[in-house]
Structures are given as structure tokens and as C-alpha cells.
């Protein structure tokens, strides 16, 4: 904010600014308004507060297309990531150049305006080849978000902030760069190495960390993520928690701790080279690079990968000139029982008596309350995760019936709410079809877009109720795939989520329509009706499938339920 070559001094240019910020405020009430979602004020936090520096506000197409082609701003400058301010149609349309929108929150608290240079349709499938190396969205989830999470528009622009994000979360680790780099300079270090993590860290990551420091004799600046991760990754409450315990086990004066609020794209070899660069904002001169960096299946526990290993290295690597940061490899390390303790992966000898534990089998420990051995994570560490994993008998989980109008989703649902009820363990909540539709959905039809709405609201709501301990039992005909899959990902946030697929055949619920709603539909007085005029796409990723043709409602439910008792969600 000061400038040094200014006449003023420090005072009377925070008074020029206040001034400013209010002749903004007061300007705004003019201009039209963009309420962002959580992932584009993560974008404007980090271009307001300098960590995407050199950007000063959203790219214009020419920038755009640049990044895509040549990895660089049209100045040359290099940038990985194209940071643009996705809108819908109407709203593009509604724009034209030199045009000031007024950027707010989620709660309508204005933070920046956006003065427009540029509004175009992009080329997503060009824009997914070159950040994500595919378009195919079934190999890449940050494809699927492009596809299905962004806007068709974007919009470029210069920015004037007014303020920052207001986050009511560990205020005291929300370190903007300038804040840093005052930091730093204040604790003597000369030498600082980034390390930008989204996953839980245990007795290996310090060792690593650690290594990598030594290599350089530098500092470390951890910094996790807050903002946007991938959907299999813990909540940052628990995750800062956690690093809050590890950071107590490094040696003094090594270590400091800030947040950041990012969107991750989980691009690669480019989101690699980006987090250098934001890295570099801060006042980093080294940034830890692993293996599979920036890979959207590195922390899954599935064991695949998308990028070749080692791209993301060579990535930061050959830009370090340009970037003004080093890449430091991160080093795997893993536990030698006979040497009693951790050694880098590529030391291992013939011999050597290595142990591992794989982040799926850590969740499957503390999912059943099994013993988590000191050589692997600290106690403090796993008393935190405790917490967030208790055993499953006391987890959250939805299960979720779908299947043809008489098929016999609604009465087993019930069936089971009661079973639930008997057992006293967990609150249980039915969010039963037809209830739904005329309490929550009551002015939806059943055209494609509303029947898929209609899920997204009842997932919602499951969703809630399994993060907070519950169950919730769910009965739609849910008949598309794609509600389905959404529900599942949604809701498989927070707790387990099991698909219950009633298979009943159309000519059973025929026979069992008491409504005469089927008969109706076959004489054309209904339309668009599952199973006669509107397609039911039948799942293929369900965990139990029940035919209730010669069963009873009271025989479906056991078999829920012994699934469950299997699975170790009730005793």
C-alpha cells in the first residue's frame, strides 16, 4: 500500500485508499452483481491478496488462449493456469467491455469490482487437453468439474479489491503474502522451502519434509490447503488440527504454519509449476515437488495415476529461471523395521524388512477401531483423526432406493425406519419420494432437468444428516444415472452411501398399482411417466439389489440390514 518513490506518507495513502474503497462501495450500488460460489472466491482471495501475482485481475482471452498454448501470459510471463470468471449465458450476454460489476459473496458482502475486457464462450474440450492432458471426463475428475462445475462463459477483467474473503476459521494461521514475507524476514530466514499439502501427515511426511530441508538448508513454510481439494480428502478442520500436532514434533525455529485458500484444478505437471509460482508469492525460494504432484488420484488409496511419474519435477524443474523458485524433490520414505526408522524408498536394500500403511488401510483402521502403531503416526495426530473417523457403528450413512413406482421402495424404507427406530443408536430421518415432492419439491415437474433437481435437493438433505451422525433413508424412483451419481459423490463426502437397487420388474408394479397411476399413463392422461413414456436407466454401481417380487417388505429389510451388520455400520 506504501509507495516508497510517493511524497505521501503511510498515513495519507491509507486515507486515499479508505476513500477510494468508499467511493466504490457507494458506486456499486449502480452496478449489476455476481454472488460467487466457493470455488471463484478462493480464485479472487489469492488475485486480491498478490499470491497470483502477476495477475491483477481475471485473464482476457488473449492471456486465455496464451496459457493454454504456450504455458505463459501474452507477455511471456509464465502461467500455467487459466484463472477466469465463469458466467452463465444470460449473464454474458448482459456484459459488455468497460462494463464495473460489483463482485460479492455468498451472503452479498461486496469484496472487489470487476471492470470487463473481455466476455467469450470458451473452448472447453481445447481448454481440457491442454490444462488436464484429456477430454474425456470418465479418466479425469478436474475434466468432469470443467464440464459440469464451470459456467460456458468466461469473463476477463481488471480487478479493485475492497476486501478479502471474511473466514471465521483459524484467523490467527490466514497469512497473506505480504504478511509472509514480513515473517520471514522478521525470524532471519533466508532460505525458505514451500510445501503445499491436502492430506492427512503422519511420521513419514515429517521425515520427508525434513530431508528436503536439509538438501537445501532452508527453512519450511507449510501451507495446506483450506479452499477446495479433492472430495476424498478429510475436512480442514480436522487436516489443520492435525498439522497443528505435527508441527509441535520438528525442531525449533524450522517450521511455520499458514493457511491457503485454494481451488485446486489437480492439473499435473501445470498445477505443479502453479503452486511454484504462488509458492514464490510468498516469499518461498524452494518448493517441495513429489512424485505424483498435482495428480488427481495421488492420495485416492486406489493406487493409480494419471501423469507419468516424475512429470510434475521436471515441470518446475525446467522453468525455475523464469519462476525465480527451485524444485526440490520430495522423497518417498518408508519405515525399516530392522533399522527402526525412515529411510528414502529408492535406498531400500535386499533384505531390509520395510512396513507401510496406505492411507485406505489407515481409514479401515479407524473405521473399526483397530490399533494404529507409533511408527506410522504420532498419538496426538490419530486422536484427531479419531474424531473425524469414528468406528462405523456410530458414522453417519444414507441409503438410497431407487426403482419403479411400485416397486416396493417406500414400504421397505419405512420398514427400516422403524428397525432403526427400535435400535435407539443414531437419529434416522426418512426422506420418502412422493413426501419429498410435495414438501420440498413442490413446484418441480418432471421434465429430465426437474427429476434430476428433485435428487440434488433430496441428496442435499442426506447429505447433512449423514455429516452429522444421522441416517437418512431415501426412497425416489431416481430414475437417471447421472442424479445418481451425483447423490453418491455428494453425499459420499460425509459418510458411507449405499445404493439399494429395487428391481422389481415393470410388470409386478403394473400388478400393484393401487393408484391406477400406471393405467392412467398407458392411456396417454399422464405423461412423461418412468417405465411407460419416460425411461428408467437401471444402476450398475448399486451395493445391494432386492426383487421384491416374492419377498416381503419385512424380508427386504433384514437384508439391508444384515448388509449393514456385515459392513460394521450396526452391531
Not at 33 to 53: G, T, V
Not at 201 to 225: D, S, Y
Not at 313 to 321: A, T
Amino acid at each position: 500500500m506504501y509507495d516508497m518513490k510517493s511524497n505521501h506518507s503511510y498515513s495519507e495513502n491509507l486515507l486515499v485508499h479508505f476513500r477510494r474503497i468508499v467511493e466504490l462501495k457507494n458506486a456499486s450500488l449502480e452496478y449489476p452483481s455476481i454472488d460467487l460460489n466457493k470455488r471463484q472466491l478462493c480464485d479472487l482471495e489469492l488475485l486480491l491478496n498478490s499470491a497470483f501475482f502477476p495477475l491483477t485481475g481475471y485473464l482476457n482471452r488473449h492471456d486465455y488462449e496464451s496459457v493454454l498454448e504456450n504455458l505463459c501470459l501474452g507477455d511471456g510471463t509464465v502461467w500455467p493456469i487459466p484463472i477466469c470468471l465463469d458466467v452463465s449465458e444470460k449473464t454474458a450476454q448482459s456484459f459488455g467491455t468497460g462494463m464495473r460489476i460489483a463482485l460479492r459473496d455468498e451472503e452479498g458482502f461486496m469484496l472487489a469490482v470487476l471492470t470487463v475486457e473481455d466476455v467469450w464462450k470458451p473452448d472447453k474440450r481445447s481448454e481440457a487437453l491442454s490444462v488436464f492432458g484429456t477430454e474425456d471426463p470418465e479418466r479425469h475428475p478436474g475434466v468432469r468439474f470443467l464440464y459440469d462445475g464451470i459456467e460456458k462463459w468466461y469473463v476477463g477483467g481488471s480487478l479493485e479489491g475492497i476486501q478479502l474473503p471474511i473466514h471465521y476459521d483459524f484467523k490467527e494461521m490466514r497469512f497473506t503474502p505480504p504478511e509472509t514475507h514480513l515473517q520471514f524476514i522478521q525470524k532471519g530466514w533466508r532460505k525458505v522451502i514451500g510445501f503445499q499439502t491436502e492430506k492427512n501427515l503422519h511420521c513419514a511426511h515429517k521425515e520427508m519434509t525434513l530431508r528436503a530441508a536439509r538438501e537445501v538448508g532452508a527453512n519450511i513454510f507449510m501451507q495446506p490447503v483450506v479452499g477446495l481439494t479433492n472430495p476424498w480428502d478429510i475436512d480442514h478442520y480436522t487436516r489443520v488440527r492435525c498439522y497443528q500436532e505435527i508441527v509441535k514434533e520438528y525442531p525449533p525455529n524450522i517450521i511455520m504454519l499458514g493457511l491457503i485458500p485454494m481451488a485446486m484444478r489437480m492439473a499435473g505437471p501445470r498445477e505443479a509449476l502453479w503452486q511454484a509460482i504462488i509458492r514464490k508469492n510468498y516469499g518461498c525460494s524452494h518448493f517441495m515437488v513429489a512424485d505424483d504432484h498435482g495428480d488427481p488420484f495421488a492420495n485416492s488409496g486406489s493406487g493409480q495415476r494419471f501423469y507419468p511419474l516424475h512429470a510434475a519435477q521436471e515441470m518446475v524443474k525446467k522453468h525455475e529461471g523464469e519462476t525465480g523458485i527451485k524444485m526440490v524433490r520430495l522423497k518417498k520414505m518408508v519405515y525399516v523395521e530392522d533399522k527402526a526408522q525412515y529411510i528414502p524408498e529408492d535406498e531400500i536394500e535386499q533384505g531390509m524388512k520395510v512396513k507401510r500403511i496406505s492411507s485406505s488401510e489407515m481409514r479401515r483402521r479407524l473405521e473399526n477401531d483397530l490399533d494404529i502403531p507409533a511408527w506410522f503416526s504420532y498419538p496426538e495426530v490419530v486422536r484427531e483423526l479419531r474424531w473425524a473417523y469414528p468406528p462405523r457403528s456410530r458414522q453417519g450413512f444414507t441409503i438410497f432406493f431407487t426403482g419403479l413406482s411400485g416397486a416396493g421402495k417406500s414400504t421397505i424404507a419405512k420398514v427400516l425406519m422403524v428397525k432403526f427406530m427400535e435400535m435407539r443408536d443414531r437419529p434416522v430421518t426418512l426422506l420418502d419420494g412422493d413426501i419429498v415432492r410435495k414438501s420440498l419439491s413442490s413446484e418441480l415437474g418432471f421434465s429430465r432437468e426437474h427429476r434430476n433437481l428433485n435428487i440434488t435437493r433430496i441428496a442435499f438433505v442426506a447429505s447433512e444428516i449423514t455429516k452429522n451422525g444421522g441416517i437418512a433413508i431415501c426412497a425416489p424412483i431416481a430414475p437417471y444415472e447421472e442424479s445418481r451419481k451425483q447423490a453418491r459423490e455428494l453425499i459420499s463426502q460425509y459418510g458411507v452411501f449405499i445404493e439399494v437397487y429395487v428391481s422389481t420388474p415393470l410388470e409386478v408394479c403394473e400388478q400393484r398399482d393401487r393408484k391406477g397411476i400406471y393405467a392412467k399413463a398407458k392411456a396417454g392422461k399422464i405423461k412423461g411417466f418412468t417405465g411407460i413414456d419416460d425411461p428408467y436407466v437401471s444402476p450398475t454401481n448399486q451395493e445391494i439389489t432386492i426383487d421384491t417380487t416374492e419377498m416381503s417388505p419385512e424380508e427386504a429389510a433384514q437384508g439391508v440390514l444384515l448388509y449393514l451388520v456385515e459392513q460394521g455400520y450396526v452391531k
